[in-house]
């Protein structure tokens, strides 16, 4: 195939995430990069799979905390879905999401809001209101509000979010397992103990 074919841009990709999976965005972004230039002069610079490599380059630059040189990568994938799939694809939520991740990473929230507003907006009418990435998306959502602490905001996004995930997913899984913590340290930090307590007692009564 050769080593600027789009199918070794698709190999370059999976190790890369992999290694951000391990933490070892040294490795990773490297890959990124190299998937992402193929990319470009193979299947063209407003390609999904090119604003695909622009995301997950992105993402690594943001574990690493190099928020000014992912902005530019993440609103250029957020573009290039918004032109190619449309306005209401689920891949553009996703991208809406990523950018959102951005700003509230850097504590701007009055950015990374209306973005997750609208990406959960996009999930719930192209997908189900109760898919998995309908859940993700009110965890997301959620998690901006507690951080901001509107708690009242997050609670019934976090109890919508964890029942989607017990009911598709399973009450043992690792999405699952996240939201239910998530709404847990939002109890007790509203002076809920005994309720949180009870949400970790309904985890651990689950074979």
């Not at 190999?11 to 998937?35: D, F, K, T, V």
């Not at 230039?37 to 622009?54: F, K, M, V, Y």
């Not at 209101?129 to 509107?150: E, F, I, R, V, W």
Request: glycine share 4%.
């Amino acid at each position: 195939m050769g080593s600027d074919h789009p199918h070794t841009a698709t190999s370059l990709n999976n190790l890369a995430e992999l290694y951000r999976a391990q933490g070892q965005y040294a490795q990773a972004e490297p890959l990124h990069q190299r998937a992402l230039l193929i990319r470009e002069q193979q299947l063209g610079s407003d390609h999904p799979h090119t604003a695909t490599s622009l995301s997950n380059l992105a993402l690594i630059m943001i574990e690493q905390g190099q928020y000014a040189q992912a902005e530019p990568l993440l609103q250029r994938a957020l573009c290039i879905c918004e032109q190619q799939l449309g306005t209401d694809h689920p891949d553009t939520a996703q991208s809406l999401n990523n950018l959102a991740e951005l700003y509230r990473a850097q504590g701007q929230y009055a950015q990374a809001e209306p973005l997750l507003q609208r990406a959960l907006s996009i999930y719930e009418q192209q997908l189900d209101p109760d898919h998995p990435d309908t859940a993700n998306s009110l965890n997301n959502l959620a998690l901006l509000y507690y951080t901001q602490g509107k708690y009242s905001q997050a609670e019934p996004l976090y109890q919508r979010a964890l029942l989607i995930k017990e009911q598709a997913l399973g009450p043992q899984h690792p999405s699952t397992t996240l939201t239910r913590n998530n709404y847990a340290i939002l109890l007790r930090t509203i002076g809920r103990e005994a309720e949180a307590v009870q949400l970790e007692r309904a985890r651990d009564e689950h074979p």
